[in-house]
């Protein structure tokens, strides 16, 4: 089994959101899951696509998956209303900021078998959490 990978994240914050992005080359939707707790957000990628039947690895840097990493929440946000995309190898999280962070358990649904989408907000204005 391979080692779990840390991966590079971007965080960015505006008005009224908390963006952050990270390169999850090679997984299915179904590979991705990502926590919102207190305090914190966990990415997990699985592993996919090892070796199968005759062949050999003659250089291997790198595997698709499986993928861990724990980033701290600069401030509160509501994982309910989180939307969750990835495209292209890239997971891209978009939270409403809030004055307390609701935790949520996130999945993708799968738009194509390298796609995936979870939509909270659906393009509504970001309501306040209570």
């Not at 991966?7 to 090679?26: C, D, F, N, Q």
């Not at 696509?49 to 509501?78: C, F, I, N, S």
């Amino acid at each position: 089994m391979a080692d779990m990978q840390s991966i590079p994240v971007k965080m960015y914050r505006s008005e009224g959101r908390l963006t952050l992005a990270a390169p999850m080359p090679g997984l299915e939707p179904d590979d991705v899951k990502v926590e919102i707790a207190a305090d914190k957000i966990v990415l997990h990628g699985d592993l996919r696509g090892t070796l199968k039947g005759d062949k050999e690895a003659v250089m291997d840097e790198w595997t698709p998956g499986p993928y861990h990493r724990e980033v701290q929440l600069p401030e509160g946000v509501d994982g309910e209303m989180a939307n969750l995309t990835y495209n292209n190898g890239v997971l891209v999280l978009v939270m409403p900021r809030a004055q307390k962070t609701k935790p949520a358990m996130l999945t993708l649904d799968e738009v194509s078998p390298t796609q995936g989408e979870r939509i909270g907000n659906a393009g509504r204005p970001v309501r306040k959490a209570s």
